[in-house]
């Protein structure tokens, strides 16, 4: 293995995402939800993003596989992954690489299962499709990832129907069909949300795992910051379909330089006493039929002045490797603390 | 405690689930154990949380108690009322007073229904009030939980996953029950919403004396908002008692090692947060003596044959109980 450092400068990306943009036809005209995002994923490495509920993070997965629901299209922008563009790839040549090569957790583990079969078939018959396993050789692989999800009496349990498995099972049951293939991407929204910790453990340590096997990139979506903090390797935050923040993880929770960033951090339940209400950031995302002019987390932003509602701001270096969308970006750090 | 009936009182509740191949004559392939002979008490008013790990029982308890599964053996009383004895009319009328939130917000949510039909279809089902009392109190719910009253009319696949449990909210707050049993209300939702949230469950029950069950895999998640906690292992429950009186001094190791698995976030990478090591217990064949013994750091020769009976802690905070065969040595963690 090389050392972090040299993989933080030699990696290329797997995955390239420049400018994504998607627009969804509402009762009202046309609705951008994601605009403009921008990020690579590397093999071996994750990448966490993080953002407020709304803020177009299942959006931009689901646009990057081509599973924007029907009022939905890719408005601009490309996704390049071995040499083709992922959002103008046509359907039959995007098909077989979904579930295979990029697999993805959806965030709701029903819609990604099929009622009337048992969660056993559905896994084995991934393999069977995108791996060629005959059918004995597929059930007992599929066994083998129920287990490796950490799902008890893994064998009786592959007969059972999504129904009949608790809320955190039918999620572990998602998870090992997505990783049944060994993908070269995984994209997982909110997959480890939903489990206890000991679960959650063990699942990302099986991600770590298949990681430095075979070498898989990972997008980790959650809003749960403690568990980002302890897988990501890069951070990227979406404000109202904005990239406000994109840095390496150490850099972010360290020392967050977007006050959108800033915010979040602080209003992890952890730093609040018990009894006491727990702090928020004051105000809402904008309705995104009716954005401020200019940088759209200003209406919230603690430093915001006249300036900042003049023009959106552009996402620019705000040190090595990181980058950050705003005009007066730094950690509101105490400089006696800092150790550099 | 005065002698008036608790809100709710389980008693000896036991769920299991045969499993059956499919046919009418399926073979049997034995039980999920899902609850075991669990008591409960939860007064008027309080904020109760259950926690434990993946399939531990928690929803299973959660729809007994809303009528959505009917017990293998034990009693649920309502108000001293014993809802599964009760005639029809009694217990229709107890499930208006209780009401649920979904695990799943998108399996709950009809998705050809509009957010505000979906958050009004209690005030129709009970047949409450006229149609212009109904479109208010759908638009002041809706506001309550923080949606926006321009998004009610989409359907629920046009909202991310945290408005959607929103929506489910609305739809359980919309009848003021006595009682809402929330199973994972919080872990769709991000952070900020997650307190925001939260803080609208405190309102809530400021204003209108509500009561909650609180379900959640995550104890650091319910610290804020439990006046109790009770904790299911195996689908049994193996310490109940105050909040605090958990936190500071929990006397079972499992609840140990909960408090200790509760994440934070750190400069640095990779898990740091400590976790039980071990395999979850098989609920078709569940560990004899206490279930727990086989992941126990702390067990001893007896955990394996007998079983811990839930005990009052009567040195400890009031209404503190422990299934540990050594509760009274495990001072605090
Ligand atoms: N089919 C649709 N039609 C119209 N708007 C939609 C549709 N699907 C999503 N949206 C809107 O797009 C925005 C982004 O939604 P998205 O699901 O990506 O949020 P998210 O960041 O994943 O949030 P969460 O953390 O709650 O899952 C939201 O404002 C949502 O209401
Ligand atoms: N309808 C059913 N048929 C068969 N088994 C069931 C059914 N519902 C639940 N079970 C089983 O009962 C046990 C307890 O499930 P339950 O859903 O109560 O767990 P839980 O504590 O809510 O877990 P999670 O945190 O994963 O949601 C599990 O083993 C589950 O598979
Ligand atoms: S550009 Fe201005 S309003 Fe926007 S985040 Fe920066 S300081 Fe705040
Ligand atoms: S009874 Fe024994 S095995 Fe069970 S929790 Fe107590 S010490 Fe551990
Ligand atoms: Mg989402
Ligand atoms: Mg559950």
């Given amino acids: 293995m090389s050392s972090p450092a040299a993989a933080e400068t030699a990696q290329p990306d797997i995955l390239s995402v420049e400018g994504l943009t998607v627009a969804f036809e509402t009762d009202d005209g046309p609705l951008t939800v994601v605009d403009g995002v921008s990020f690579g994923l590397q093999a071996g490495r994750t990448t966490g993003m993080v953002g407020e509920s709304g803020s177009g993070k299942s959006v931009s997965a689901l646009a990057l596989l081509g599973l924007l629901p029907p009022n939905g299209r890719v408005a601009a922008g490309r996704a390049m992954y071995r040499g083709a563009d992922l959002l103008a790839l046509p359907a039959d040549r995007l098909r077989p690489l979904r579930g295979d090569r990029i697999a993805m957790i959806f965030q709701e583990p029903m819609t990604a299962l099929n009622p009337v079969f048992s969660i056993g078939d559905q896994i084995a018959e991934v393999l069977q499709i995108h791996q060629r396993l005959p059918r004995g050789e597929a059930w007992e692989r599929a066994v083998g990832m129920l287990r490796r999800v950490g799902i008890p009496d893994p064998a009786t349990r592959a007969l059972a129907y999504p129904h009949q498995l608790s809320g955190g099972m039918r999620q572990r049951a998602v998870i090992a069909m997505a990783l049944a293939c060994g993908p070269d991407i995984l994209i997982a929204d909110e997959a480890t949300t939903a489990l206890d910790a000991t679960v959650q453990a063990q699942i990302l340590e099986l991600m770590t795992d298949l990681q430095r096997q075979y070498g898989m990139a990972v997008l980790f979506i959650s809003h749960d910051l403690g568990v980002v903090s302890a897988l990501a390797d890069d951070v990227v935050v979406l404000y109202a379909g904005r990239v406000m923040e994109c840095a390496p993880a150490s850099a972010f929770f360290g020392r967050p330089m977007h006050p959108y960033s800033q915010g979040m951090l602080e209003t992890l339940p952890s730093l609040t006493p018990p009894g006491h209400d727990l702090p928020t950031i004051p105000g809402t995302p904008p309705d995104l039929a009716r954005l401020p002019g200019g940088c759209r987390f200003a209406p919230r932003c603690p430093r915001a002045a006249e300036d900042c509602r003049a023009a959106e701001p552009p996402l620019t270096e705000t040190r090595a490797g990181s980058r950050a969308a705003c005009i007066r970006p730094g950690p509101d750090w105490d400089p006696a603390e800092d150790p550099t | ?333």
């Fill in chain 2, 1 to 333: 405690m005065s002698g008036a009936p608790a809100l709710i009182e389980v008693e000896g509740l036991t769920k299991r689930f045969e499993l059956r191949d499919p046919g009418l004559f399926g073979r049997s392939r034995g039980a999920v154990h899902a609850l075991t002979d669990v008591d409960l008490r939860i007064e008027r008013g309080e904020t109760l949380a259950v926690v434990g790990e993946s399939g531990c029982g928690k929803s299973t308890l959660a729809k007994c108690l809303a009528q959505l599964h009917a017990p293998t053996a034990g009693a649920v009383r309502f108000e001293g009322e014993d809802i599964f004895r009760a005639p029809a009319p009694a217990r229709k009328a107890i499930r208006r007073r209780v009401q649920m939130v979904f695990q799943d917000p998108f399996g709950s949510l009809n998705p050809r229904m509009t957010a505000a039909e979906i958050i009004a279809e209690p005030l129709l089902i009970h047949r409450t009030g006229d149609a212009s009392e109904r479109s208010r109190r759908t638009a002041e719910t809706a506001s309550r939980v923080g949606l926006r009253a321009g998004d009610l009319g989409r359907y629920p696949h046009e909202f991310s996953g945290g408005q959607r449990q929103r929506i489910a909210i609305a739809r359980a707050a919309i009848l003021e029950p006595d009682l809402i049993i929330a199973d994972e209300p919080l872990s769709a939702l991000d952070v900020s919403v997650q307190s925001q949230i939260l803080n609208l469950f405190m309102d809530l029950r400021r204003q209108s004396g509500l009561t909650y069950v609180f379900i959640s895999h995550d104890l650091g998640a319910v610290r804020h908002i439990a006046d109790r906690i009770a904790v299911l292992y195996s689908g049994r429950i193996v310490e109940a008692g105050p909040a605090e009186t958990l936190f500071a001094g929990s006397r079972h190791p499992y609840t140990q090692s909960l408090i200790e698995a509760v994440p934070r976030p750190g400069a640095g990478k990779r898990l740091q947060w400590k976790t039980l090591g071990g395999d979850p217990p098989s609920a078709i064949d569940p560990p004899g003596g206490c279930a727990f013994h086989p992941r126990c750091p702390k067990v001893q020769e007896i955990c394996r044959g007998e079983r811990p009976r839930p005990a009052i802690q009567p040195d400890s905070g009031p209404g503190h109980a422990s299934a540990c065969h050594f509760a009274e040595e495990l001072n605090g963690t």
